[in-house]
């Protein structure tokens, strides 16, 4: 028997400590959470130096804008995230909201705030309705999203019994519609704003940049934020510690909704009349980001910069593939080896997966 | 050290990166004895049974199992070979979405060569056959998920005896077990003991230990630091080795509180149980104990609104008190410090000062924006005053040991004044220091609120509470005074046979 | 083709939706079956619904279906072949005497249109390949519409310029469209095609725009965008008015929408000429060439419907605004000879 009584009784739980810790070296905690952030970088340099054109101002802002709408629709998406959830229907919100915002300007001649707020309110319904479905109806959220999803899908088609919305279209009565596109509606997908160069930066760009910050300090700077990751990483703590759980939920779900249908605007704005369109791609394109960002700066967790990240790195290869003239299998195929690449990154390099 | 020994390790190591877990772990198993493990948490219990069965691969070292080197690759190898293992955390040990009976027959629904068809009627036979041999009463075709904890622990180690082991691990099984339920498992530990399995038995529990240890070895910091065997076991020298110091048996210095901050008056948690009525005093400790499923939690939760009163009334401090949700509990001073704090209080994704903070952000905040330089600092006095062990209160939450953790919840809720504050099972996979440390930090901060802890371990009350009340069957039926108490009206009380009338 | 001032009157009301109004009162002129055309029910089985083209193109099957008071059964598998397939067998269960296969894969959809040939159902296919020769195909020359937009777009620029193409492989009628785009390049030397680019990621137009967007700022040199695909000529437009180069690019394409002569309308708008054939026009060709098979005649085996040109000029001249105003500005867009015996009651307008 050889027992030792000189140590203090602290010291057990300090060998707890230093031996729980010790999987991660200075250079593994450096690669997690600056890697993606270099791979992208290296990204840049890479297609800049192979592709005439592509380091340049204008080349900057056509990558934002081609995510911008993808990219607002993932900033939503992340919401939903951070609270636990997911939301399958942000595609076919964006559709709707584009078809209603083409609806009320060209067939009911209404003017673009009109437009903007039905688009808004409808937003704002869808969430409420996935929100109920999921926190009261306790529907899973990938089924209720699903199932709103296909809803819309159908829903937008009726008014115009499956016609894309354009000026001089023939509506289902047979009268033919004379509204036309407001063009301060329009102005939203195309206006640009002076910035260094005259017409530089487009307007989907500056409400990308601004809905991102928003929802960034909103998630990382205020206690709704906070108490929403509370609530998705342990609800019933959250709940004991007295968070309104459901109504953080149905606000995730609200914020995801109105993302959606501020994308579905600017699409509306962009295309310039209400293309029958299932959003698939988009909700694809915007959950894919949103993954993606799990791997910035190390997170492991859903967080907005990291979307805004995930979302211009997807920009930035496609762009840069364009350019150098690669066909449309092998950027779907680029976009999820990142994907891939990312979530790897994410759990099993993090060290977030316990023991 | 014993010839006829069927298990042996010998000088295992095991590192996770630059720090070493085992250092060099010797420990021989003979047939037909219970060899104890004791060790604090952190001191690397956890690691060497899993590398023993096969979820870690050793550094260096041997196994040895009946003579032949064993090195399983994995857990199905070293349960094919006879080195069964029931782990501390049950729902491991279980796939709660499954019936009781498919979870008994688990093992042989997997591996090579098995029938591919699943039959599920003899796999109800031969589960009927396992639960008999076992003594367990369970339907077994509810579902693992729709049972209580303490039936899921039963079914975890139903399976495990239906492989026939010759060693069997048992991690802290007894930990989430009603005394009853105990009791069972002893009774069975005792046959399979008497019919030549070597066993390992990792517990904290000195009563377990008690009950059944023929040998103990006291593991810490990686080393054995003492192997006590005999006639009769030196169990303080076991604990002392464990902890590297000699624990004070002082008796607490009792106290009788001053005002009433909280009363009950007939409540009733449950329709048709007899209400009860108890009062709570300003500065005192009262510890409300009774078996497992009695009501314990439920009163806790309905204290904290989480739960509707069926009847009855409360008042705290001088005013009616009828909350209808957490956060109304938590605005009148009524704070929780819930049962199992990995479903009910951590949250994963969060760091140290960010799970101290959650509940009192709005006070922590400007505006909704969140102040976390503000929570930072209330964070580090906590860490100060309980004595969590970490390098910043920005550490995750998963690099700490269990009692860290159970700290930080403690500490979430000592950051704020209460009227009120409630524990319940705060020392649930607690090792001996922190639970001292916790203990010691609740009596010193005890005035200026009352304190309600609910515990199962009549040790844990002892050493805690200045007042004990008694429950079963959902209501109160004994109160003591934390001095020269009637240990056998108390323990009548906990099982049942007396109930005295309010 | 002759019409009577009744005829007018009542496909007016048909294509106003009061359907089968009045048919009664030609039908003793009708072959049979189309004596008692209610109770002649035909299907048509989509696998593309998406866009205007096929948005139009169900209108003139409906149309045509109206005109000749036959009941329409529409099916729509949504681009999921093995779907479409079982539509088929539905179709035959429905009891229905015909058939019309509107695009789909060849390898699903031959079996299928055999099935219903064996179940003595009539069948006609349209830009699907089903290998039978009892079934007519319906086709719109891909050909001639790459052909006729390419030689406006020599006839604008010479044979000397640098070309953006926008291609998506495994679509028929966009790889037969890319067979004249290839033999052009090998006939005029001078034309360079600097890049290739295309994506059918939904919504199309927004989705080409972004990649156009990245070729133009590769390539600000191309002066001639091949798009033979309105989606797709739509997606370049936006990109190369977001460029600020709608001056110095013009836009070649395929098809015609409403939407699409809006754009072509605008202020220097890029968009040069497109060559179409009335998707409407395709529509009622496939009920009548089935209307024939039914009646026992014989339309051909292949039933071509011949493209038209449309210039920015044209629409600007005639000052044509909508698809109505085309088909009536154009007459050779809005009308056809293709499988229209005598005796078959043909839609005005659109």
Known sequence: MNTDATNTAQSAPKATKTAKAGSSTPTRDFAIRYGFLLLVFAIVVYFSIMADGFASPQSAVFILQSVSITGILALGVTATLVAGGFDLSIGSVATTAMMASSYVMVVMNGDALSATLVCLAIGILIGLINGFLIVYMRVPDLLATLGMMFLLLGLQRIPTEGRSIATGMTLPDGSVASGTFSPSFLALGRYRFDFVIPNLVPASVVVLVVLAIVIWFFLEYTRFGRMMYAVGSNERAASLAGAPVKGYKILAYVISAIFASIGGILLAARLGRGDIASGNNLLLDAVAAALTGFAVLGAAKPNAFGTAIGALFVGILLQGLTMMNAPYYTQDFVKGVVLVFALVFTFALSGRNRR | MNATAIFRVENLRKSFGPNRVLDGVSIDLQPGTVTVLMGANGAGKSTLVKTVCGVYQPDSGSLTLDGAPFAPASTAEAIRAGVVTVHQNINDGVIADLDVATNLMLDRLTGWGKPVLFNPFRIRREAREVADKMGLTVDLRAEVADLPLADRQMVAIARAMAHKPKVLILDEPTSSLSSAEAERLFDLVERLKAGGVAILYISHRMSDIRRLADRIVSLRDGRIVGTFDGPVLDYEGAVNAMLGEIISHDRIEVRDGGDIVFSARNLTLKAGRKPFSFDLKDGEIVAITGLVGVGKTDLAETLFGARRVVSGDMTLSGRPYRPRSAADAIATGVFLVAKDRSASSIVPDFNIYENISLPFLKNLSLVGVSARSRERERARAQIDALGIVCRTERDEMFTLSGGNQQKVTVARWLAEPARLLILDEPFQGVDIAARRDIARKLRASADGRATLVFLTELDEAFEIADRILVMSEHTLCGEHINRNLDMERLLAEISGQTMTVN | ?350
């Open chain 3, 1 to 350: 083709m002759d019409f009577t001032r009744r005829t007018f009157g009542k496909l007016t009301m048909a294509l106003m939706g009061a359907a089968s109004f009045g048919t009664m009162a030609y039908a003793a002129d009708m072959p049979k079956p189309f004596d008692d055309p209610g109770k002649v029910k035909i299907a048509l089985v989509r696998y593309l619904s998406t866009g205007d083209f096929f948005e139009s193109y169900l209108a003139g099957v409906t149309a045509q279906s109206k005109a000749l008071g036959v009941d329409l059964r529409v099916f729509d598998s949504r681009q999921d072949a093995a779907l479409q397939s079982d539509m088929v067998d539905q179709a035959i269960a429905l009891g229905v005497k015909g058939i019309i296969i509107q695009h789909g894969l060849t390898e699903s959809m031959k079996a299928a249109a055999q099935r219903a040939v064996d179940a003595g159902i009539k069948v006609v296919a349209f830009d699907v390949n089903v290998e039978n020769p009892k079934i007519p195909q319906i086709e719109q020359s891909d050909r001639d519409l790459a052909r006729l937009a390419l030689e406006q777009a020599v006839k604008d620029n010479g044979d000397e310029f640098k070309a953006g193409y926008v291609y998506v492989a495994g679509i028929a009628p966009l790889d037969r469209r890319n067979e004249t785009w290839e033999a052009f390049k090998k006939k005029y030397p001078g034309i360079n095609q600097v890049a290739m680019f295309g994506t059918m990621d939904n919504p199309i137009a927004n989705s080409v725009a972004n990649q156009a967007r990245s070729v133009v700022s590769a390539h600000p040199d191309i002066t001639v965008m091949f798009a033979p695909y309105d989606e797709f000529a739509k997606g370049v437009k936006i990109a190369v008015d977001e460029a600020g180069l709608s001056k110095s690019v013009k836009i070649y394409s395929a098809d015609i929408s409403t939407p699409d002569i809006s754009a072509m309308r605008e202020p220097d708008s890029a968009w040069a000429a497109t060559a179409a054939t009335n998707p409407a026009l395709v529509g009622q060709v496939s009920v009548r060439a089935l209307a024939m098979l039914l009646a026992g005649e014989d339309p051909g085996h292949n039933v071509v419907v011949p493209p038209t040109l449309i210039t920015q000029k044209d629409l600007k001249d005639k000052d044509i605004k909508n698809m109505e105003e085309l088909s009536a500005k154009l007459p050779q867009f809005a009308q056809t000879d293709v499988a229209a015996p005598k005796w078959m009651p043909v839609p005005k307008g659109k």
